[in-house]
Protein backbone atom coordinates (compact mmCIF):
# COMPACT_ATOMS: atom_id res chain seq x y z
CA UNK A 1 0.00 0.00 0.00
CA UNK A 2 3.10 2.36 0.40
CA UNK A 3 2.90 3.37 -3.30
CA UNK A 4 -0.39 3.96 -2.99
CA UNK A 5 -0.29 6.44 -0.47
CA UNK A 6 2.88 8.43 -2.47
CA UNK A 7 0.41 8.39 -5.34
CA UNK A 8 -2.86 9.53 -3.51
CA UNK A 9 -1.09 11.74 -0.72
CA UNK A 10 -4.03 11.32 1.83
CA UNK A 11 -4.81 13.56 4.48
CA UNK A 12 -4.55 12.20 7.78
CA UNK A 13 -5.56 14.03 10.59
CA UNK A 14 -4.15 12.77 14.09
CA UNK A 15 -5.95 13.95 17.51
CA UNK A 16 -2.66 12.59 19.50
CA UNK A 17 -0.75 13.78 22.54
CA UNK A 18 1.95 16.11 22.76
CA UNK A 19 4.49 13.76 23.83
CA UNK A 20 4.48 11.68 20.69
CA UNK A 21 2.84 14.34 18.14
CA UNK A 22 6.04 15.23 16.03
CA UNK A 23 6.52 11.73 15.65
CA UNK A 24 3.26 10.65 14.46
CA UNK A 25 3.41 13.99 11.84
CA UNK A 26 6.75 12.65 10.85
CA UNK A 27 5.61 8.83 9.97
CA UNK A 28 2.74 10.44 8.20
CA UNK A 29 4.90 12.56 6.24
CA UNK A 30 7.29 9.86 5.64
CA UNK A 31 5.15 7.80 3.96
CA UNK A 32 3.58 10.43 1.28
CA UNK A 33 0.82 11.20 3.31
CA UNK A 34 -0.15 14.66 5.01
CA UNK A 35 -1.06 15.48 8.31
CA UNK A 36 -2.72 17.59 10.43
CA UNK A 37 -2.54 17.78 13.77
CA UNK A 38 -5.65 19.80 15.02
CA UNK A 39 -7.54 19.49 18.28
CA UNK A 40 -9.74 22.54 19.27
CA UNK A 41 -13.29 21.74 19.49
CA UNK A 42 -14.44 24.87 17.50
CA UNK A 43 -12.54 23.26 14.24
CA UNK A 44 -12.60 19.42 14.84
CA UNK A 45 -15.19 19.07 12.48
CA UNK A 46 -14.51 21.26 9.79
CA UNK A 47 -10.84 19.46 9.96
CA UNK A 48 -11.76 15.62 9.90
CA UNK A 49 -14.93 16.38 7.45
CA UNK A 50 -11.83 17.39 5.07
CA UNK A 51 -9.75 14.06 6.25
CA UNK A 52 -9.36 10.57 4.20
CA UNK A 53 -8.43 9.25 7.93
CA UNK A 54 -8.96 9.99 11.62
CA UNK A 55 -6.22 9.03 14.01
CA UNK A 56 -7.33 9.34 17.93
CA UNK A 57 -4.80 8.55 20.46
CA UNK A 58 -6.06 9.11 24.27
CA UNK A 59 -2.29 9.50 25.67
CA UNK A 60 -1.54 12.13 28.08
CA UNK A 61 -5.72 13.21 27.93
CA UNK A 62 -7.16 16.50 28.37
CA UNK A 63 -10.66 17.71 28.81
CA UNK A 64 -10.21 19.98 25.15
CA UNK A 65 -8.62 16.64 23.60
CA UNK A 66 -11.50 14.72 25.17
CA UNK A 67 -14.09 17.10 23.57
CA UNK A 68 -12.44 16.97 20.10
CA UNK A 69 -12.15 13.45 19.89
CA UNK A 70 -15.75 13.17 20.41
CA UNK A 71 -16.37 15.05 17.98
CA UNK A 72 -13.79 13.84 15.51
CA UNK A 73 -15.58 10.49 16.13
CA UNK A 74 -18.88 11.59 15.36
CA UNK A 75 -17.99 13.24 11.94
CA UNK A 76 -16.26 10.76 10.90
CA UNK A 77 -18.85 8.53 11.32
CA UNK A 78 -21.24 10.50 9.49
CA UNK A 79 -18.91 10.88 6.66
CA UNK A 80 -17.48 7.41 6.17
CA UNK A 81 -14.01 8.33 7.19
CA UNK A 82 -11.85 5.33 8.90
CA UNK A 83 -10.68 5.91 11.79
CA UNK A 84 -8.03 4.57 14.30
CA UNK A 85 -8.42 4.45 17.96
CA UNK A 86 -5.11 4.21 19.94
CA UNK A 87 -6.16 3.21 23.74
CA UNK A 88 -2.40 4.37 25.31
CA UNK A 89 -2.99 4.19 29.09
CA UNK A 90 -6.11 2.16 29.32
CA UNK A 91 -4.70 0.00 31.57
CA UNK A 92 -3.31 2.20 34.25
CA UNK A 93 -6.15 5.00 34.19
CA UNK A 94 -9.97 4.73 34.76
CA UNK A 95 -10.25 7.72 33.19
CA UNK A 96 -8.99 6.32 29.53
CA UNK A 97 -10.37 2.90 29.61
CA UNK A 98 -13.77 4.12 30.74
CA UNK A 99 -13.35 7.05 28.28
CA UNK A 100 -12.15 4.43 25.19
CA UNK A 101 -14.87 2.07 26.11
CA UNK A 102 -17.73 4.46 25.92
CA UNK A 103 -16.31 5.91 22.15
CA UNK A 104 -16.01 2.05 20.78
CA UNK A 105 -19.39 1.02 22.22
CA UNK A 106 -20.73 4.14 20.42
CA UNK A 107 -18.68 3.92 17.39
CA UNK A 108 -16.94 1.07 16.75
CA UNK A 109 -13.11 2.02 15.03
CA UNK A 110 -11.79 0.49 11.57
CA UNK A 111 -8.79 -0.54 14.06
CA UNK A 112 -8.69 -0.42 17.89
CA UNK A 113 -4.89 -0.37 18.82
CA UNK A 114 -3.30 -0.69 22.06
CA UNK A 115 -0.40 -2.63 23.56
CA UNK A 116 -0.94 -6.47 25.27
CA UNK A 117 -1.92 -4.47 28.71
CA UNK A 118 -4.38 -1.68 27.21
CA UNK A 119 -6.46 -4.29 25.23
CA UNK A 120 -6.73 -6.65 27.99
CA UNK A 121 -8.17 -3.62 29.82
CA UNK A 122 -10.52 -2.97 27.03
CA UNK A 123 -11.78 -6.41 27.66
CA UNK A 124 -11.16 -7.30 31.70
CA UNK A 125 -12.49 -4.23 33.87
CA UNK A 126 -10.33 -5.50 36.69
CA UNK A 127 -7.15 -5.68 35.18
CA UNK A 128 -4.71 -2.91 35.86
CA UNK A 129 -0.76 -2.22 35.33
CA UNK A 130 1.80 0.73 36.38
CA UNK A 131 2.40 2.99 33.70
CA UNK A 132 1.65 2.89 29.95
CA UNK A 133 4.27 0.23 28.83
CA UNK A 134 2.84 -3.67 28.47
CA UNK A 135 2.91 -6.64 31.08
CA UNK A 136 5.21 -8.77 29.76
CA UNK A 137 3.34 -11.72 31.79
CA UNK A 138 1.08 -11.54 29.08
CA UNK A 139 1.32 -14.04 26.36
CA UNK A 140 0.81 -14.03 22.55
CA UNK A 141 -2.35 -16.74 23.57
CA UNK A 142 -3.72 -14.60 26.48
CA UNK A 143 -3.64 -11.85 24.21
CA UNK A 144 -4.85 -13.23 21.25
CA UNK A 145 -8.19 -14.61 22.90
CA UNK A 146 -8.61 -11.09 24.53
CA UNK A 147 -8.33 -9.68 21.17
CA UNK A 148 -10.77 -11.89 19.31
CA UNK A 149 -13.48 -11.63 21.93
CA UNK A 150 -13.04 -7.55 21.52
CA UNK A 151 -12.98 -7.95 18.09
CA UNK A 152 -16.52 -9.71 17.99
CA UNK A 153 -18.15 -7.53 20.69
CA UNK A 154 -17.69 -4.49 18.97
CA UNK A 155 -17.49 -5.63 15.60
CA UNK A 156 -13.96 -4.15 15.00
CA UNK A 157 -10.03 -4.97 14.04
CA UNK A 158 -7.92 -5.46 17.01
CA UNK A 159 -4.23 -4.26 16.74
CA UNK A 160 -2.26 -5.48 19.82
CA UNK A 161 1.18 -4.55 19.89
CA UNK A 162 3.82 -6.70 21.20
CA UNK A 163 7.37 -8.28 20.41
CA UNK A 164 4.38 -10.31 18.25
CA UNK A 165 1.90 -7.84 17.24
CA UNK A 166 -1.35 -9.48 16.95
CA UNK A 167 -4.17 -8.60 14.53
CA UNK A 168 -7.83 -9.73 14.11
CA UNK A 169 -11.35 -8.94 13.22
CA UNK A 170 -12.74 -11.58 14.99
CA UNK A 171 -13.00 -14.18 11.94
CA UNK A 172 -9.25 -13.88 10.77
CA UNK A 173 -5.81 -13.62 13.00
CA UNK A 174 -2.66 -12.71 11.98
CA UNK A 175 0.84 -12.10 13.66
CA UNK A 176 3.77 -10.29 12.08
CA UNK A 177 6.88 -10.48 14.16
CA UNK A 178 8.80 -8.17 12.81
CA UNK A 179 10.84 -5.55 15.07
CA UNK A 180 13.15 -4.66 17.16
CA UNK A 181 14.08 -3.62 20.93
CA UNK A 182 15.05 -0.57 19.93
CA UNK A 183 11.96 0.68 18.82
CA UNK A 184 11.26 0.54 22.46
CA UNK A 185 13.81 3.31 23.91
CA UNK A 186 12.48 6.14 21.55
CA UNK A 187 9.73 7.79 22.60
CA UNK A 188 6.36 7.63 20.46
CA UNK A 189 7.28 4.27 18.53
CA UNK A 190 3.92 2.86 19.44
CA UNK A 191 1.70 6.04 18.86
CA UNK A 192 3.37 6.09 15.09
CA UNK A 193 2.24 2.04 14.42
CA UNK A 194 -0.99 4.11 14.52
CA UNK A 195 -0.16 6.36 12.38
CA UNK A 196 0.90 4.62 9.95
CA UNK A 197 -2.44 2.45 10.01
CA UNK A 198 -4.25 5.35 9.42
CA UNK A 199 -2.19 6.38 6.37
CA UNK A 200 -3.12 3.02 4.81
CA UNK A 201 -6.54 2.49 5.77
CA UNK A 202 -8.32 4.41 2.88
CA UNK A 203 -6.55 2.03 0.73
CA UNK A 204 -7.55 -1.53 2.15
CA UNK A 205 -9.49 -3.14 4.79
CA UNK A 206 -9.07 -2.81 8.17
CA UNK A 207 -7.30 -5.79 8.81
CA UNK A 208 -4.57 -6.02 6.02
CA UNK A 209 -3.84 -2.41 7.18
CA UNK A 210 -3.27 -3.20 10.42
CA UNK A 211 -1.02 -5.76 9.07
CA UNK A 212 1.11 -4.30 6.76
CA UNK A 213 1.44 -1.20 9.47
CA UNK A 214 3.16 -3.45 11.84
CA UNK A 215 5.27 -5.03 8.92
CA UNK A 216 6.21 -1.60 8.08
CA UNK A 217 7.42 -0.34 11.47
CA UNK A 218 8.83 -3.41 12.36
CA UNK A 219 11.15 -3.72 9.12
CA UNK A 220 11.87 0.21 9.42
CA UNK A 221 12.81 -0.43 12.83
CA UNK A 222 14.83 -3.65 11.90
CA UNK A 223 16.31 -1.60 9.11
CA UNK A 224 17.56 1.05 11.50
CA UNK A 225 19.02 -0.48 14.40
CA UNK A 226 22.44 1.04 15.27
CA UNK A 227 25.32 1.08 18.35
CA UNK A 228 25.44 4.99 18.13
CA UNK A 229 22.47 5.21 20.53
CA UNK A 230 18.74 6.14 20.45
CA UNK A 231 19.05 9.50 18.67
CA UNK A 232 20.87 8.17 15.59
CA UNK A 233 18.31 4.82 15.50
CA UNK A 234 15.35 7.62 15.38
CA UNK A 235 16.90 9.40 12.64
CA UNK A 236 17.59 6.20 10.78
CA UNK A 237 13.68 5.44 11.52
CA UNK A 238 12.39 8.01 9.73
CA UNK A 239 15.10 7.52 7.00
CA UNK A 240 13.70 4.40 6.46
CA UNK A 241 10.24 5.26 6.78
CA UNK A 242 10.54 7.77 4.02
CA UNK A 243 12.69 5.59 1.55
CA UNK A 244 11.38 1.77 2.44
CA UNK A 245 9.58 0.11 -1.10
CA UNK A 246 6.80 -2.38 -0.94
CA UNK A 247 9.08 -4.42 -2.46
CA UNK A 248 11.37 -4.38 0.70
CA UNK A 249 8.10 -4.93 2.85
CA UNK A 250 7.06 -7.89 1.18
CA UNK A 251 10.59 -9.63 1.12
CA UNK A 252 11.61 -8.65 4.80
CA UNK A 253 7.91 -9.72 6.23
CA UNK A 254 7.54 -12.02 8.83
CA UNK A 255 4.21 -12.81 9.40
CA UNK A 256 1.70 -15.42 9.91
CA UNK A 257 -2.23 -16.31 9.31
CA UNK A 258 -2.98 -18.59 12.73
CA UNK A 259 -6.81 -20.44 13.00
CA UNK A 260 -9.30 -18.61 15.37
CA UNK A 261 -10.42 -21.35 16.40
CA UNK A 262 -7.41 -23.10 17.68
CA UNK A 263 -6.89 -19.85 20.27
Known sequence: M????????????????????????NAVLSLGARPIMAEHPDEAAQITETADALLLNIGNITDVRMKSIQISVQTAYR?????VLDAVGAA????????????IKKYPPAVLKGNYSE?????NSDYKSKGVDSDSELTVEDVSRIAIILAKRYKTTVLASGKTDIITDGAKLFYVRN?????????GTGCMLGAICACLLPFGGASSSAVEACAILGICGELSETEK???TFLVNLIDNLSTVTDETINKMM?????????I
Open 92 to 103: CSRLRREFALDL
Open 254 to 262: ISEEMSVEK
Open 229 to 231: GSG
Open 79 to 83: NNIPF
Open 119 to 123: INALC
Open 179 to 187: GTSQLSCVT
Open 2 to 25: IDKVKKAVPLVHCITNPISINQCA
